[in-house]
């Protein structure tokens, strides 16, 4: 999954616990995939790294305080992957390259075709595509294409995910 917009609102380059706000009905949506047995692992583009924003050591803080709060929750946060190149610097990592799942893949056993990729930007999307992975949710009113599903919140697709249970 993504960050940015999905675990957090994104009020643009995040790097301060303070600053960092957890989305509505997240640690609920995180959970029914945690319970189905899924591996939560998070793909993110840190553009800031690299526009000189923040550091990697600001974003590593940021991330462990962030897993820590779902393990405050039962949740296991498997890993946070990040890409901290700018856009015009042409890397593999930065989504939608599919560099970040290649770097999951030498770390665990994931079967992409039955993954599930949430997002809320069409880079997150075409991730999905370009990776074969199976499922791809896009969240939030952007008019995202090739998505799998849309719901317009986290909220909403917890709603869906509780009535059709067995999706996952």
Not at 7 to 32: G, Q
Not at 88 to 110: H, S, V
Not at 117 to 143: C, E, F, H, P, V
């Amino acid at each position: 999954m993504d960050r940015d917009g999905i675990i957090n609102i994104d009020y643009s380059y995040t790097y301060k616990i303070d600053e960092f706000k957890f989305v509505p009905y997240i640690f609920e949506l995180v959970n029914i995939f945690a319970l189905a047995g899924y591996k939560i692992i998070v793909v993110t583009n840190q553009s800031g790294i690299g526009r000189g924003y923040y550091t990697e050591d600001d974003f590593d803080i940021l991330s462990e305080w962030m897993v820590g709060e779902f393990a405050k929750k039962d949740i296991t946060i498997s890993k946070v992957l990040h890409c901290p190149h700018l856009p015009l610097d042409n890397c593999n990592c930065r989504k939608p390259n599919i560099g970040m799942i290649e770097q999951a893949l030498t770390i665990f056993d994931i079967d992409l075709g039955s993954s599930w990729m949430i997002g809320d930007k069409q880079s997150d999307i075409d991730l999905a595509r370009n990776a074969s992975i199976g499922t791809s949710i896009a969240i939030g009113d952007d008019n995202i294409k090739n998505a799998s599903l849309s719901f317009d919140t986290i909220e909403k697709m917890v709603q869906y995910l509780q009535l059709n249970k067995g999706i996952l």
